[in-house]
């Protein structure tokens, strides 16, 4: 029987050849690919939860204004209500909140911020994902506060509907812009 010097046993035990060596490195770069993907898919879904949520709490600062005019008989105030900017309805703005412009071009400012244009009076959010978050061509999301009608059926044998005015802040679909 023949037995390798312990030299030989040492290398071929503890370490690794140039192909295992490849192969390894081969393999770490796979997951890291694959990792880094999955990174990208949560944080896209980070930024649609955090802007589905800024929106909600103006959604919610407009109703309570809408509310407070309603109670104070003063309806006739939430025609301004619509041109006002949202972000004035917040105690404090978000930290990506840019500011109010007139009609900037959506490239020049920076993504995954707010801002204000003036020129249509929406609020806009420039995603960082180079899409719309609502129907994937868009990179400028778009919302803006619009005038609503809710009808109230008062009763059948007490007269006619009565209507009750209100403000909404709803998506503007603007398909033109970031294409």
Sequence with gaps: M???PPAARRRRIGGFTLFEAAIAAIVVALLLGILLKRLQIYQQEAELVAVRQLVGTL?????VRNAQLVVARKEHLLRRVID???????ANPPLNYLGEYYSPQGNTLPAGNWYFDLADKSLVYISSGGKSLSDGRLNLLRFKVKSSNFSLQSGKQFG??????????DEAYDHGAGK
């Design 2 to 4: 023949r037995i390798a």
């Design 59 to 63: 959604r919610m600062a407009l109703s």
């Design 84 to 90: 006002e900017n949202p972000m004035t309805w917040l």
């Design 160 to 169: 006619p509907p009565s209507v009750i005015e209100g403000v909404v802040l």
